[in-house]
């Protein structure tokens, strides 16, 4: 697990635990249905009484479902992929009379232009996170089918970040990557 996917083994762990959970209800529920289970009655009413229940209880339902719906809602928008945000980074030292303010979106934004002006890849993105003289580089490339993707991460890390820490001035910038290929069989199909 990477540190720009946290979430991802909390997430995959309620899924589990959330699919086990209705595998477990349905399981019964079968079961009860078919007479498999010798202390349930097939023929016994699900509630007691024929009585409807009482206003308060079909509130609590609605508040209820209301609840889990807004938090299934927020659980999803959470498994969308967001960068984090741009900082800015004060080039100068406090001795210095001047500063120079970059963001790193600014700075990000020309190691993906570099990147993207490579023969074999289609698109780049990428974002620089932590402070200024410790940046951290993060990428996802998107090459043709038919590049070589050793050449690719060579050069990405032989040409493209050098220059990104040469216009920084840093001596190490850490690069998480991910490349990608793109599909033909989509592109074949758009027209």
């Not at 010798?38 to 609840?67: H, K, Q």
Request: contains cysteine; proline residues 5%.
């Amino acid at each position: 697990m990477t540190a720009v996917n946290r979430p991802a083994r909390l997430n995959r762990t309620l899924i589990a635990l959330i699919g086990l959970l209705l595998l477990v209800a349905g399981g019964y529920a079968i079961a009860a249905q078919r007479g498999w289970l010798g202390w349930v009655d097939r023929s016994a009413a699900l509630t007691p009484g024929t009585a409807a229940p009482a206003t308060w209880v079909f509130y609590a339902i609605v508040v209820g479902a209301i609840t889990v719906g807004l938090l299934c809602l927020r659980w999803l928008a959470a498994q969308l992929f967001r960068m984090p945000s741009t900082e800015k980074w004060q080039l100068a030292d406090e001795k210095s009379v001047g500063a120079t303010v970059l963001s790193s979106a600014t700075a990000a934004a020309a190691v993906v232009a570099d990147i993207e002006s490579f023969d074999s890849v289609d698109s780049a993105s990428g974002w620089l996170s932590g402070p200024g003289r410790a940046p951290e580089l993060h990428l996802i490339v998107t090459a043709r089918p038919e590049a070589d993707l050793t050449e690719l991460r060579r050069r990405i890390l032989g040409e493209a970040v050098p220059r990104l820490r040469q216009a920084l001035e840093v001596g190490v910038i850490p690069v998480t990557m991910e490349l990608r290929l793109t599909d033909d069989r989509k592109s074949a199909r758009v027209r």
